[in-house]
């Protein structure tokens, strides 16, 4: 299955297609832009707060998002395959987001943007810090993770192209370019695989099938512990975060019965029948 995809860009803001023509140049000058987000790490295991406002956050080990991990590793890959010659990670959060950042710069990416805040951010709120980001850094592509494990929202990168006019691609599961300036894009849908094709700038978001993410080695770690992050907030980038959501209470989720052995499949239709009345 093969779509194409076109969109214009925004107005009021330039940002040169990659066409034929000027492929070999887009590729000289191509910047990549990840977003990356601190969470919980995936191997903790989830407490709820005794007043159920929330999960616990205090003394948690907390990590990059699974999925902003692979957005970082598929935009080295691009990087080291010469399509792209600069990476610049972003992340929203407080000043301990910056750890994640570091990650990311250990991984391969060139600068990080940290914006800030130590308010509550929601999908739309990030969506409209990146794209003030992206009027002042004017990347080829942004890269995402496709959802966050900790909201699950899977929101972010489709209201970015939304923004910003641009065509987009999410659940992506292989990225390339063409020398006449499209980027394809494999993802898995409902029905099988499907294929899209689209100018840049573009926006991306990244499935788990998109890559493996590499390990940061040592000497990559002490470097990006000397880079520098260059810092911004909200208020600089002209957006203002107002909650238009509020969470009224977190609980966990009831405990798993065990389950029970029958006899026979009559039993166990009895059971499904009368017990858990799942049958007619």
């Known amino acids: 299955m093969l779509r194409q995809a076109m969109l214009r860009p925004t107005v009021g803001t330039?940002?040169?297609?990659c066409t034929s023509n000027g492929m070999r140049e887009c590729r000289r000058n191509m910047r990549i832009m990840v977003g990356v987000k601190r969470?919980?790490?995936?191997?903790?295991?989830?407490?709820?707060?005794?007043?159920?406002?929330?999960?616990?956050?205090?003394?948690?080990?907390?990590?990059?998002?699974?999925?902003?991990?692979?957005?970082?590793?598929?935009?080295?890959?691009?990087?080291?395959?010469?399509?792209?010659?600069?990476?610049?990670?972003?992340?929203?959060?407080?000043?301990?987001?910056?750890?994640?950042?570091?990650?990311?710069?250990?991984?391969?990416?060139?600068?990080?943007v940290h914006i800030v805040t130590d308010e509550p951010t929601l999908p739309l709120h990030v969506a409209k810090l990146f794209k003030a980001v992206i009027g002042q850094e004017e990347p080829q592509m942004v890269i995402l993770g496709k959802q966050a494990i900790d909201d699950d929202c899977n929101q972010t990168g489709q209201m970015l192209a939304a923004l910003m006019e641009w065509p987009q691609a999410v659940f992506a599961s292989e990225i390339s370019t063409t020398d006449s300036g499209e980027l394809t894009v494999k993802r898995e849908i409902d029905t099988g695989m499907?294929?899209?094709?689209?100018?840049?700038?573009?926006?991306?978001?990244?499935?788990?099938?998109?890559?493996?993410?590499?390990?940061?080695?040592?000497?990559?770690?002490?470097?990006?512990?000397?880079?520098?992050?260059?810092?911004?907030?909200?208020?600089?980038?002209?957006?203002?975060?107002?909650?238009?959501?509020?969470?009224?209470s977190v609980a966990d989720p009831p405990t798993r019965q065990a389950g029970i052995k029958v006899e026979s499949i009559d039993d166990l239709i009895d059971k499904l029948r009368n017990e858990a009345k799942v049958l007619a």
């Open 194 to 248: 499907q294929t899209l094709k689209m100018q840049l700038p573009a926006v991306v978001t990244a499935d788990l099938r998109l890559n493996e993410p590499r390990y940061a080695t040592l000497p990559n770690i002490m470097k990006a512990k000397k880079k520098k992050i260059a810092k911004t907030t909200p208020a600089d980038l002209g957006v203002e975060i107002t909650p238009h959501l509020t969470i009224k």
């Open 39 to 112: 969470v919980i790490d995936y191997a903790v295991k989830i407490r709820v707060k005794p007043d159920g406002s929330g999960v616990e956050t205090n003394n948690v080990k907390m990590s990059m998002n699974p999925f902003d991990e692979i957005a970082v590793e598929e935009a080295v890959r691009l990087k080291e395959k010469k399509v792209a010659t600069e990476i610049v990670a972003v992340t929203v959060g407080p000043t301990a987001a910056q750890e994640q950042l570091r990650t990311a710069l250990a991984m391969g990416a060139d600068r990080a």
């Open 14 to 17: 330039s940002f040169s297609r």
